[in-house]
Structures are given as structure tokens and as C-alpha cells.
T-cell receptor, first 115, second 113 residues
Framework: KAGVTQTPRYLIKTRGQQVTLSCSPI?????VSWYQQTPGQGLQFLFE???????NKGNFPGRFSGRQFSNSRSEMNVSTLELGDSALYLC??????????????FGPGTRLTVL | AQTVTQSQPEMSVQEAETVTLSCTYD???????LFWYKQPPSRQMILVIR??????QNATENRFSVNFQKAAKSFSLKISDSQLGDTAMYFC??????????FGKGTRLHILP
């Protein structure tokens, strides 16, 4: 099976712009989670989608949003970019993400730089 | 709220040695899952090993094993016969059911030739 893919791999934006990142989960996986990774804060959970519905949400401002499509592909959007949004954004998928504690499989990430 | 603490920001060991990475967590839950993930330099994060809290037996995957002490809320990772390819950032993580996964800050491990 193909792994989790994320596009684009690198992005450079300027403050105030918006950006959309894409994640394609492993075939058959229905849960997609997004994380922000920075040197200072480490890995922080953004949100999780399951069957096109947001199931869990982290403590990020409303500028960060996401969605999931019927084929389980997911996108996250960041509006009005700030310098502090520069980070590696990781997507992870799992079969169900339910009470069984599914293992999450990570994509390579999208490196976002905000100038 | 659950927290995960990795007290060793960085470690270095010689190739072929055994190294142990520490992780403690705080939770009031009884059923949960613990993970060690590895993130090599500029490469994808991959699962090293997972442990279900209801299992008393420590998980093992080839050269990787854990010491799970539920009462002490400790979950250390032991890497035996370390190899150069083990150089990476290692993250300890906690998950309760279908709730979000919580990561520690990570331990940067250098395997020296």
C-alpha cells in the first residue's frame, strides 16, 4: 500500500496570505489527523477528521481549519498567515482512530515558511 | 489533562551499545496506549513500538523493547545493539481511546561510529 502523502512538500508564503495543505491517507484509512511541529513547541495536535467530520480539535485559533472529503483525503487551511505559523505540518492517518487506539501513520510533512 | 515528559533532550552513544530513553506521563485513565515514534533527520516519522496499558507484558520489536511501569507511569525505550541508522529524534506519545495523541518534546539520539 502507498503511504500517507502530503502536498506540497515545501511552501513559502508572506504574512497575511492564506495557504491550503493537502493530505492523502493510506488506502482504507478513515481517520486523518494534523499536527504542527516547531522546534520550540514540539508536536502539537491541530485536529482530527473521521468520515468527513471533525472529531477532535486542539488549541489553535480559528485561522486554522480543515476538512475531509468522501475519499478520506483531507485539507487544512491557514488564513491570515503569521510569522509564527512557520512550521512542519504533519498529517497522519489511521484505520478508524477509535477506542482501539489505532496506530497513526505519518506523512513526510509540508514545510511552511512565512516571510 | 494528560502530559508526556521526556527528560533527556539529547543523548549520544557509541554504535553497538545499548541505550535507554526515558518517558513519563501523567493520566488518571486506566486504559490507554503508549507509543514510541522515530523521526530520522529530514525523513518521515515512523512507529517504533506501541504498548497497550492493559497488557502487563512489555512490547518488543527486534532490537527495540520497552519497560512499561504502569503504577509509576513510566514508559522507557531500550535500543539494543544500536546502529548508525538509529540516529533520530524519538518521541514518546500517549493516547486514550479515540482522543488526540499527545507527544513528548522528544529526545535527539546520536549514534556515534
Amino acid at each position: 500500500k502507498a503511504g500517507v502523502t502530503q502536498t506540497p512538500r515545501y511552501l513559502i508564503k508572506t504574512r497575511g496570505q492564506q495557504v491550503t495543505l493537502s493530505c492523502s491517507p493510506i488506502s482504507g484509512h478513515r481517520s486523518v489527523s494534523w499536527y504542527q511541529q516547531t522546534p520550540g513547541q514540539g508536536l502539537q495536535f491541530l485536529f482530527e477528521y473521521f468520515s468527513e467530520t471533525q472529531r477532535n480539535k486542539g488549541n489553535f485559533p480559528g485561522r486554522f481549519s480543515g476538512r475531509q472529503f468522501s475519499n478520506s483525503r483531507s485539507e487544512m487551511n491557514v488564513s491570515t498567515l503569521e510569522l509564527g505559523d512557520s512550521a512542519l505540518y504533519l498529517c497522519a492517518s489511521s484505520p478508524e482512530g477509535g477506542p482501539g487506539g489505532d496506530t497513526q501513520y505519518f506523512g513526510p510533512g509540508t514545510r511552511l515558511t512565512v516571510l | 489533562a494528560q502530559t508526556v515528559t521526556q527528560s533527556q533532550p539529547e543523548m549520544s552513544v557509541q554504535e553497538a551499545e545499548t541505550v535507554t530513553l526515558s518517558c513519563t506521563y501523567d493520566t488518571s485513565e486506566n486504559n490507554y496506549y503508549l507509543f514510541w515514534y522515530k523521526q530520522p533527520p529530514s525523513r518521515q516519522m515512523i512507529l517504533v513500538i506501541r504498548q497497550e496499558a492493559y497488557k502487563q507484558q512489555n512490547a518488543t520489536e527486534n532490537r527495540f523493547s520497552v519497560n512499561f511501569q504502569k503504577a509509576a507511569k513510566s514508559f522507557s525505550l531500550k535500543i539494543s545493539d544500536s546502529q548508525l541508522g538509529d540516529t533520530a529524534m524519538y518521541f514518546c506519545a500517549f493516547m486514550k481511546g479515540n482522543d488526540k495523541i499527545i507527544f513528548g518534546k522528544g529526545t535527539r539520539l546520536h549514534i556515534l561510529p
